[in-house]
């Protein structure tokens, strides 16, 4: 039994539309997604970095400092309030780019540091079996207290 040429026309242009569907777009929404989540990363990281220098800027006792010159925590308060101001004016994109960041601070009063950790919650739209449709993007980052 031969096959005529004429009964194959039209096959490659399937096999064509199989190949695209089944490897190249889920390709393709791994390239958007992880290109999304590195921009997101480098971010956080750079507006937690800026909310922990914010806050240990802002968390210094001056009044000691200028009559003892002991470096030491004061207004643990405020000093908090300045980071999570810092921190969601760095990161404006957030609702554009659809995720969600939160920023938690630590004061260590016996080495004078500010710790600060923050993590973004960002949808991807590649989700496979097994995968959670979110991504947890966590950064960390520290600063010492200073008057200088």
């Known amino acids: 039994m ?6 194959e026309r039209g096959s490659s242009m399937a096999w064509t539309a199989v190949f695209l569907i089944t490897v190249l777009l889920p390709l393709m929404l791994l ?17 937690t970095d ?11 006792d001056r009044p000691i400092y200028q009559d003892t010159g002991h470096t030491r925590i004061g ?8 980071a999570q101001n810092t921190f969601i004016s760095t990161l404006k994109e957030g609702e554009r780019m659809a ?27 590649f989700s496979a079996v097994g995968v959670a449709p979110q991504v ?7 600063a010492a207290i200073r008057f200088r």
Not at 2 to 7: E, G, Q
Not at 31 to 47: E, H, M, P
Not at 136 to 142: D, L, N, V
């Open 2 to 7: 031969t096959i005529s040429p004429r009964s």
């Open 31 to 47: 390239v958007v997604d992880g290109s999304r989540l590195l921009f997101i990363r480098g971010r956080l990281q750079t507006a």
């Open 50 to 60: 800026a909310a922990c220098e914010g806050a240990a800027w802002a968390a210094g």
């Open 75 to 82: 207004n643990e308060g405020h000093a908090a309030e300045v």
């Open 99 to 125: 995720y969600s960041s939160q920023l938690s601070i630590t004061f260590d009063h016996s080495s004078n540091l500010v710790l600060c950790s923050s993590v973004a919650l960002v949808p991807v739209l």
């Open 136 to 142: 947890e993007i966590p950064s960390m980052a520290s």
